[in-house]
């Protein structure tokens, strides 16, 4: 069966540079998102070279065996790495240098975008959102996916066969479940409750805030008295 897998990826996240970097984890989540830079890679205008990575910790053997034998069922030719903490962004930005790379694409969704936001307010005091482009040591990092919701990619990888000895999702930690509990139960009765907490984080007026930091230096109410 010839399927047809879209991106959403902006024009304006890929130019013609070095290279962009896509990160694969273990769930039938990063490899449709591979796949989607694979297709733009083969049948876009802009040229660029594209390079896949699935970090592993060095601890878990059996992980390594299961990403090849995903990256060969997705047809997709990665680079296994072992690193102590796999979801480490300055690790992956660091890994994206020594490929001489200039780009870093992660496969958050829209869901987990949610998530961070809540996580970050109630258990870190911090507002902060995962932005769809922005810099980070010194690699950009995309997150093209941050308006597709898990429940779709889930059953598209359900329609295309995808989810065959493949994880849909990773298992979340306490925190996380417990967030995506408190989500799914307030949305019950708020059908905006989702996309709400996504636009806290835009069009925020500074002078409505106590505090914030740009450019490395933090900015206080305090500093206009």
């Known amino acids: 069966m010839d399927t047809d897998i879209e991106s959403n990826v902006d024009d304006d996240m890929i130019e013609a540079q070095r290279g962009a970097k896509k990160k694969s984890g273990g769930t039938a989540k990063s490899f449709l998102a591979a796949k989607c830079f694979q297709r733009l890679n083969k049948y876009s205008e802009t040229g660029f070279t594209v390079k896949f990575i699935c970090p592993v910790k ?15 069922h997705f047809g997709i030719t990665a680079d ?4 102590d903490e796999p979801y480490d962004t300055s690790a992956l930005c660091a890994k994206a240098k020594e490929l001489h790379c200039n780009k870093l694409s992660l496969p958050d969704c829209f869901d987990d975008c949610t998530e961070h936001i809540l996580l970050n307010t109630l258990y870190n005091g911090r507002l902060e959102a995962l932005v769809p482009k922005g810099m980070q040591n010194g690699i950009e990092v995309i997150r093209p996916c941050v308006l597709i919701r898990r429940a779709d990619i889930e059953s598209f990888a359900r329609y295309i066969g995808a989810d065959g000895g493949f994880p849909l999702k990773e ?35 500074p002078e409505t805030l106590i505090s914030y930091i740009q450019n490395g230096e933090r900015k206080s109410v305090l500093d206009t008295f």
């Open 171 to 205: 298992e979340p930690d306490d925190k996380t479940a417990y967030i995506r509990a408190l989500i799914d139960d307030l949305a019950k009765t708020n059908q905006n409750l989702e996309i709400n907490i996504l636009r806290s984080c835009e069009d925020v007026n």
């Open 80 to 83: 296994i790495f072992e690193t």
């Open 58 to 72: 060095a601890s878990d053997e059996g992980l390594h065996s299961a990403l090849a034998l995903m990256c060969e």
